[in-house]
């Protein structure tokens, strides 16, 4: 699979792309990625990306040009490349939508709003629009990296075991996770049950099903 992230700020996808899980991944050529700067292809001598609304208002929008000709740059090495938008109207992000990304295997263009959004003609380059929960933020950075990092997770072969992506936490878009220790047995009175120190591990899966909340 190959992400390409076309934002204005590209540089701050750099280290997170390139640590730990994702970075191994890619190592690995299990997904690849390319950072799009949309002020690349922006109009005019000055690179202008955004405009004041139509009608009037405050603050920018994006503009249809620059971000449609980084969507057909991206596309003449992945032409059937997904197309998603951040942006805070779009369907909440579950892990079954994680899921079903990777699962469909196809490239994704992950497109970063910025200021007061995008012009809206920019959607019909779009397939589907994203928003990761019901707040404000500054730009889509965060989200495209939310996504990314959910769907390569579950590219077969990036996590340590076969059933690992199947059993954590929402994978039914449920919270189900039990709780989870490690050594020392015993901290400042707090012991971990035990259980989960018998060496049996039918009751260990017993007790784990039935503390998952």
Known sequence: MKI???SLFPKVFEEYFSTSML????????FEYELVDLRG?????????DDTPAGGGDGMVLMVEPVVAAIEKCKESSPNAKVLAMTPRGQTFKQSDAQGLA????????ICGRYEGFDERIMDWVDEEISIG???LTGGELPAMVVADAVVRLIPGVLGGDQSAEDESFSDDKTREHPQYTKPAEFRGKKIP???LSGDHAKIAKWREENKS
């Not at 292809?41 to 990306?49: L, T, W």
Request: proline share 3%; charged share 30%; no cysteine.
């Open 4 to 6: 390409q992230v076309i």
């Open 23 to 30: 970075r191994k991944a890619a190592e690995a050529g299990l």
């Open 41 to 49: 292809f922006g109009v005019g001598p000055r690179k202008q990306v």
């Open 103 to 110: 699962d469909e295997g196809r490239d994704l263009i992950i």
């Open 134 to 136: 019901n707040y404000v």
């Open 194 to 196: 035990d259980v989960l």
